[in-house]
């Protein structure tokens, strides 16, 4: 059987997040040596790291992450390959619309795989490709539930504050969106996916552990 490959980033104090999001922070609460038993307390926002997108994290009334079907976050994807990008890139419909010139097959999630992962930690993380709206578009008519990225943001982090379009396209169609993947790159075209959120009440989204396996 193939291996299962994490696509998850680790969860570490002082981990990259969006502008403006809370902080991460791990400290520890209990210890065995004092306590008899070690306990750590974790401070972070809903979308640190590797996580989901729900819809009402852009929706007004849009269903939280406790109301996901967590069957939309586990089954075959498809991975497209967006090739060699430069910062701020777009990867358009048309530079990947051959890789689905048939449809999605029974896929439902689908994988952008850009490489940008390598550059987590650093600076240059945030000057990451984005995602044409009519990509998103033309994905949904085909019949994908969960857009996920190996980047900050499927649309632009320096300039979020004029919009962000994906978000409201794939969102606003009670879809999903999961940021952060990493290592999309070293797939194959096609996996089984399994990233499941936490069943946080009421909450906009959440970090979820992802992993696939080629099918």
């Keep these: 059987m193939a291996r299962?490959?994490?696509l998850s980033h680790e969860v570490l104090s002082g981990m990259p997040?969006?502008?403006?999001?809370?902080?991460?922070?791990?400290?520890?609460a209990a210890t065995v040596?004092?306590?008899?038993?070690?306990?750590?307390?974790?401070h972070l926002g809903t979308h640190s790291g590797t996580h989901v997108d729900a819809p009402s994290h852009v929706i007004p009334g849009?269903?939280?992450?406790?109301?996901?079907?967590?069957?939309?976050?586990?089954?075959?994807?498809i991975v497209l390959r967006a090739g060699a990008l430069n910062p701020?890139?777009?990867?358009?419909?048309?530079?990947?619309?051959?890789?689905?010139?048939?449809?999605?097959?029974?896929?439902?999630?689908?994988?952008?795989?850009?490489?940008?992962?390598r550059h987590w930690g650093s600076e240059l993380y945030r000057d990451h490709p984005v995602l044409e709206p009519q990509l998103a578009e033309r994905l949904l008519e085909v019949g994908a539930r969960v857009i996920g990225v190996d980047t900050l943001n499927p649309d632009s982090t320096r300039a979020a504050d004029q919009g962000l379009p994906v978000h409201d396209i794939v969102l606003g169609s009670k879809r999903l969106i999961v940021e952060n993947l990493r290592e999309l790159t070293q797939l194959p075209a096609r996996v089984t996916f399994v990233g499941l959120p936490l069943r946080l009440s009421g909450m906009d989204g959440s970090p979820i552990r992802a992993v696939a396996q080629p099918l």
């Design 62 to 77: 849009g269903h939280t992450v406790d109301a996901i079907d967590v069957q939309d976050l586990i089954g075959e994807a």
């Design 17 to 28: 997040v969006f502008p403006g999001d809370p902080q991460v922070s791990i400290q520890p």
């Design 4 to 6: 299962w490959v994490d």
């Design 88 to 117: 701020g890139a777009t990867v358009t419909l048309e530079s990947v619309e051959e890789q689905f010139a048939d449809g999605l097959g029974d896929a439902r999630i689908v994988l952008v795989a850009t490489g940008w992962d």
């Design 33 to 42: 040596s004092v306590d008899g038993f070690e306990v750590h307390s974790l």
